[in-house]
């Protein structure tokens, strides 16, 4: 075994005389406390993809490091640190956590690695510290709950309460659903986040309800959403105030939600960039691979890093394998010439998605499972709000 | 301000000071009478809440469940006392909170490969899953006004047990000099493992009853574990009486503090910068309340009498 690896690695070193061996990806998520929940998606679709993928790009093998964040910011940061300096891989991707990307990013940019960013959009990162080796497979934060501020003023919902964790995304996500929700907004909560998250919302729900708005707009993602829509449940709210939520009902926690029985949840609708009843190819081979494979839906988390994974192999293909070309690898990167699961999308100035996004409802499959299905386009080929501040 | 609304979040404050108060007794108990410190407390809660979880899918109902569930949370007290706690009784404080830290851990770990990283919600019975109106525009849904009752109880019962028992006697005796109760003829290390079993039970109680509210997950004693220990510093550490004002006044202090900062910053600074400080500071609030009261008064608002 080891004389064919030798033989195949001087085959390589023949053939394509600069290249590395292999691509080695850094994948910062989060693989402990609650949030792991979110982590063990996302990296189960990092393995599908690898396994789709037969392990190569292009000709070069396919190496992983993940990496745990732990939920903070300055463990995102030495995890991060370590995969750049110690491990020296040449793309960093991943990053649930908007806070842990913010103080993440510096390390991997100034030491010349690209920076991917699988989910987090902080405003920052697409506006004023956009950066040439920054990409986000996902979208910018405030894109979500614009297109939920516009189903709302379709909807003729005169007044909201709104309720989300005080974080660089939660902060994103209230000032987005601000932008286009005509109406008028009674009041607002930005409740403690982190791995000692607040997840009692008793004064909040009271204060929501004593307010009098005609509906509730919430972000709580991952394990706060099980607990924020159990306390609206038993508040008795859904009458009186409903819900209209981004990144909460999903596919984390709806099979959780079932399994309490909270029927309320079907019918509910929100807003997002992906859906698994998506109809292209790359989105049918993934969800079908995904679910007989892991026996669950994929989140929109586990899609995007399935995409991040992707996009990385339509680069290092384009380039023929020569990574030591960043400029070329950056001009490959911005194409995002890959079959996406989302369907086809180009990448703005400020290397940000513009793409779709749909209204999706929750259904009961076939089978009886909780998942969503798209009922409407709300944006073709959005641009988020802060390309303009972005001078690159 | 509306009348209403400070009286349902009055009710709000009360009912997370009454669950603070199961995590602080315990913790007050250990601490005060066998001078251990345990920050692996928190751990029995969340442990509590996941027995509390697999029961309920077990029997079937909630109730049960939790009947089931002390009595197990209590044997894990028992065994930690035994192997972990126990030769750590000697040594310094600083062994304490290194050999509860890993024990923290441990437990973590254990019930990330026992139950998965995914939470658990627990269903609740029907009858529980409703709301109560007591007033026109005053509803409150009734697993909240359960989990009052349940706190009054149980502090009356310990209050009873501590004053108005042998039991309690020999507790509060071994408080004072526990070498004296020892050189009496009272089996002293009997006595701590069952303070510690029963200070084990009462947080477990406290995450099952939560765990119905948010949801029974990894690391969810590690939050109530900081707020317990404030409580019992501000309320003076070793007393119950101050264990059980402490969290009524953090309780009230906390959840009147998110629902009202806000406003009342509104009233002397531009709304902006009332929404960026309101939540900062309501966050701060009760380690502001706690070092005030340490300021003032450092063995805290209610120190035992004999110490």
Redesign the interface.
């Known amino acids: 075994m080891k004389r064919f690896m030798a033989a195949a690695l001087a085959a390589t070193m023949l053939t394509t005389p600069v290249a590395a061996e292999s691509v080695k990806i850094g994948f910062v998520t989060t693989l402990t406390t609650g949030a792991a929940v979110i982590g063990n998606d996302m990296k189960d679709a990092v393995d599908l993809a690898v396994e789709h993928m037969g392990g190569k790009m292009g000709d070069l093998d396919v190496e992983i490091v993940f990496a745990d964040d732990g939920f903070k910011p300055e463990t995102g940061k030495q995890v991060t640190d370590k995969l750049v300096k110690q491990d020296n891989v040449d793309f960093v991707a991943g990053y649930i956590w908007s806070h842990v990307l913010l103080a993440s990013r510096k390390s991997v940019l100034d030491a010349g690695k690209f920076l991917i960013s699988s989910n987090a959009g902080p405003s920052p990162v697409a506006g004023k510290l956009c950066h040439k080796n920054f990409f986000s497979a996902s979208w910018q934060n405030d894109q979500t709950p614009m297109a939920m501020g516009e189903v709302l003023n379709q909807q003729g919902v005169k007044s909201l309460y709104i309720m989300a964790p005080n974080y660089a995304a939660g902060k994103n996500m209230v000032a987005g659903v601000e932008r286009t929700f005509a109406g008028e907004v009674k009041g607002k909560d930005l409740t403690k986040w982190g791995a000692d998250a607040q997840l009692d919302f008793s004064a909040e729900l009271a204060k929501a309800k004593a307010s009098g708005a005609e509906g509730l707009f919430v972000f709580y993602p991952g394990a706060a959403a099980g607990a924020f829509i159990k306390q609206y449940n038993q508040a008795g709210l859904k009458d009186t105030l409903p819900l209209y939520s981004v990144f909460t009902v999903d596919a984390i926690s709806l099979p959780r939600l079932q399994k309490a029985q909270f029927d309320s949840v079907l019918g509910s609708r929100v807003t997002q960039q992906w859906d698994p009843s998506l109809d292209n190819a790359a989105n049918q081979k993934f969800v079908a691979d995904y679910k007989a494979k892991f026996g669950r839906y994929p989140s929109f988390y586990a899609a995007q890093s399935y995409d991040t994974l992707m996009l990385i192999k339509s680069a290092v293909e384009k380039v023929g394998g020569d990574l030591s070309d960043q400029d070329a690898v950056r001009a490959a990167l911005k194409a995002a010439d890959y079959d996406s699961v989302r369907g086809k999308y180009t990448y703005g100035d400020n290397h940000m998605p513009v793409q779709n996004f749909y209204l999706r409802e929750v259904v009961a499959d076939a089978d009886g499972n909780w998942t969503t299905k798209v009922v409407a386009t709300v944006y073709e080929n959005h641009v988020d709000p802060y390309a303009g501040e972005c001078s690159m | 301000m509306?009348f209403?609304?400070l009286f349902?979040?009055t009710l709000?404050?009360i009912?997370?000071g009454l669950l603070l108060f199961l995590v602080a007794s315990g913790l007050t108990l250990v601490f005060g009478i066998l001078d251990f410190v345990n920050l692996a407390h928190g751990s029995l809660y969340m442990i509590g809440a996941f027995i509390c979880a697999s029961l309920t899918f077990l029997t079937g109902n909630f109730l049960i469940a939790v009947i089931l569930a002390l009595p197990v949370t209590a044997a894990i007290g028992w065994g930690v006392e035994r192997f972990l706690a126990q030769p750590l009784y000697q040594r310094d404080h600083l062994d304490h909170v290194l050999g509860t830290f890993g024990l923290i851990l441990v437990f973590?770990t254990a019930v990330?490969l026992i139950w998965?990283?995914?939470?658990?919600?627990?269903?609740?019975p029907a009858w529980l899953?409703?709301?109560v109106s007591l007033t026109e525009g005053v509803?409150i849904?009734t697993?909240?006004l359960l989990i009052i009752m349940t706190g009054l109880v149980v502090a009356v019962g310990l209050f009873w047990l501590v004053n108005y028992t042998r039991l309690g006697m020999l507790i509060r005796a071994g408080a004072s000099n526990r070498t004296m109760v020892g050189a009496l003829g009272i089996d002293i290390s009997t006595l701590f493992a069952l303070v510690f079993a029963l200070g084990a039970a009462l947080a477990g109680l406290a995450g099952m009853l939560?765990a119905?509210?948010?949801?029974a997950?990894?690391?969810?004693g590690?939050?109530i574990i900081?707020t317990a220990f404030v409580v019992i510093i501000v309320g003076g550490i070793g007393s119950m009486k101050g264990a059980f004002i402490g969290a009524i006044i953090i309780g009230l202090i906390d959840?009147?503090g998110?629902?009202f900062i806000d406003d009342g910053f509104k009233l002397f600074m531009s709304s902006d910068a009332a929404?960026t400080a309101?939540?900062?500071v309501s966050?701060m609030l009760i380690y502001i309340i706690m070092a005030a009261i340490l300021a003032v008064r450092p063995q805290g608002l209610f120190p035992p009498k004999v110490r």
Do not use: C, F, K, W
């Open positions: 509306d209403a609304l349902i979040q709000n404050g009912q997370l973590d990330h998965g990283p995914a939470g658990i919600n627990i269903p609740l899953d409703t709301q509803v849904p697993y909240r939560v119905p509210i948010t949801e997950s990894i690391g969810m590690n939050s900081i959840t009147l998110r629902s929404e309101g939540p900062a966050a």
